[in-house]
């Protein structure tokens, strides 16, 4: 597997980029307790610092996180001791019987290895139907294409002892962030830098395969009270009872 979210990028966007895992969770908690999933496993695909498995496990479900960031997943297991975490891709892990699958961030755009990619979505939507129980939902977010006003755009984000410089580019289909990192250790700063790559989707292509799998499906434009940023959706898809 390829090195996403390696030592600081991981803590770097853990202590500064928490707000979009923990303003969306209240929302999440209110569509499971909608669905009546009130108990049991729920998977977290893409589960990064375990921040949406900590309100879980502390709501009184069972949690079991999947991210292809061993440091992130340090962070998590120390983080939520009470959960389970899996180092694997999304794409290719086992996925148990569980009543919920959660995956929030726009984790099914990356493309992590050799097997994410735009064919492989439907198959992996396929998976995750038969892993449901009956009544269990399935809950993302994705990124659409316009994501950059022009086709590139650069940005800077600094903390107490960090900063982080993001360039964006996009071609309409693929959204590509290069990522340079500065992280304080010590009185000097070490710098590094991670390059991802993301295929962009459509709603009406997400919703198709949804419903071929099976699905019934609602679109959102957020969480709860939680609005996303530009050009991102959520779904909620549900494997009737």
């Known amino acids: 597997m390829n090195d996403f979210y390696k030592k600081d990028l991981a803590y770097i966007h853990d202590v500064g980029f928490a707000d979009y895992a923990l303003n969306a969770t209240p929302g999440i908690l209110a569509i499971l307790e909608n669905h009546q999933i009130r108990e049991g496993l729920i998977v977290d695909l893409g589960c990064g610092s375990g921040l949406l498995a900590q309100v879980l496990a502390k709501a009184g479900y069972q949690v079991l996180g999947v991210d292809i960031s061993a440091a992130m997943l340090e962070i998590a297991r120390n983080r939520v001791p009470e959960a389970e975490f899996k ?8 996925i148990p019987p569980c009543n919920a699958i959660t995956s ?8 992590l290895d050799a097997d994410s990619n735009v064919a492989k979505l439907g198959p992996l939507f396929d998976r995750i ?7 269990g939902v399935l809950i993302f977010d994705i990124v659409e294409p316009g994501q950059t006003e022009d086709g590139t755009e650069q940005r800077f984000v600094e903390g107490e002892d960090w ?3 993001v360039e964006k580019k996009e071609d309409g289909k693929t959204l590509t962030r290069r990522i340079i990192t500065f992280r304080k250790v010590g009185k000097l700063y070490q710098r590094d830098e991670e390059v991802h790559r993301q295929q962009l989707y459509q709603t009406s292509e997400i919703v198709r395969q949804l419903e071929q799998c099976g699905f019934q499906v609602r679109v959102m434009d ?20």
């Open 87 to 94: 180092h694997s891709s999304l794409f290719s892990a086992n």
């Open 104 to 111: 929030i961030g726009e984790c099914f755009n990356y493309l």
């Open 129 to 135: 139907y038969n892993a449901l129980k009956p009544g």
């Open 163 to 165: 900063l982080v410089l």
């Open 222 to 241: 957020g969480y709860g009270d939680f609005r996303l940023p530009k050009a991102r959706v959520a779904f909620v898809a549900l494997k009737q009872p």
